[in-house]
């Protein structure tokens, strides 16, 4: 069974940073593209960023650029999102999300969530 | 990188159909057979309904189906049932490695 597990989401400042994790379990890590969706609250779905399955592309939403890393270790079956210089806008759940055919995303977490305020 | 527009909700009686339309561009939607849609409860993550614009995951029922003219792809939901209620959202791949979704549909059951 194929299993998703964000953690790392918290109450931030502004200009703050974190680090999200994704642990995933139930299929080849290493053999899928894996992305970071979000959601505002009361918000729809953002994709934030994805990940080639062995981490040599990386891809960004244009709002994140500069300020987010996205990266995988396929030793540990973990996906990371290292969020820097936090704004208010990205106040949202954090989804991770597996690659499925045709640039669908098949399964995901049950997100965590991230809040920026002073 | 806009979002694909949908609208904001749609309804239907039980055993109804209705149609949810997901509108983008030629650079997302139009250029390439990469659309999925998603259901999603409240609280709840996202469960993919349909990808390439018209194939169903395994355990998807047959009542969901997809389709897609020019810019537009469509979501239709035949047979309404009341656990059918939630946000629906579209997506489609954009080009070099970008991914779009819509702003989300919410369909209520009367």
């Known amino acids: 069974e194929v299993q998703l597990v964000e953690s790392g989401g918290a109450l931030v400042q502004p200009g703050g940073s974190l680090r999200l994790s994704c642990a995933a379990s139930?299929?080849?890590?290493?053999?899928?593209?894996m992305s970071w969706v979000r959601q505002a609250p009361g918000k729809g779905l953002e994709w934030v960023a994805s990940i080639k399955e062995d981490g040599s592309e990386k891809y960004y939403v244009d709002s994140v650029k500069g300020r987010f890393t996205i990266s995988k270790d396929n030793a540990k079956n973990t996906l990371f999102l290292q969020v820097n210089s936090l704004r208010v806008e990205d106040t949202a759940v954090y989804y991770c999300?597996?690659?499925?055919?045709?640039?669908?995303?098949?399964?995901w977490g049950q997100g965590t969530l991230v809040t920026v305020s002073s | 990188q806009s979002a694909l527009t949908q609208p904001p909700s749609a309804s239907g009686s039980p055993g109804q159909s209705v149609t949810i339309s997901c509108t983008g561009t030629?650079?997302?939607?139009?250029?390439?057979?990469?659309v999925s849609w998603y259901q999603q409860y409240p609280g709840k993550a996202p469960k993919l309904m349909i990808y390439e614009v018209s194939k169903r995951p395994s355990g998807v029922p047959d009542r969901f189906s997809g389709s897609k003219s020019g810019n537009t792809a469509s979501l239709t939901v035949s047979g309404l049932r009341a656990d059918d209620e939630a946000d629906y959202y579209c997506s489609s791949y954009a080009g070099s490695g970008n991914l779009v979704f819509g702003g989300g549909t919410k369909l209520t059951v009367l």
């Open positions: 030629s650079s997302d939607v139009g250029g390439y057979n990469y």
């Open positions: 139930g299929f080849t890590f290493s053999d899928y593209w």
């Open positions: 999300a597996k690659a499925g055919l045709a640039v669908s995303r098949d399964y």
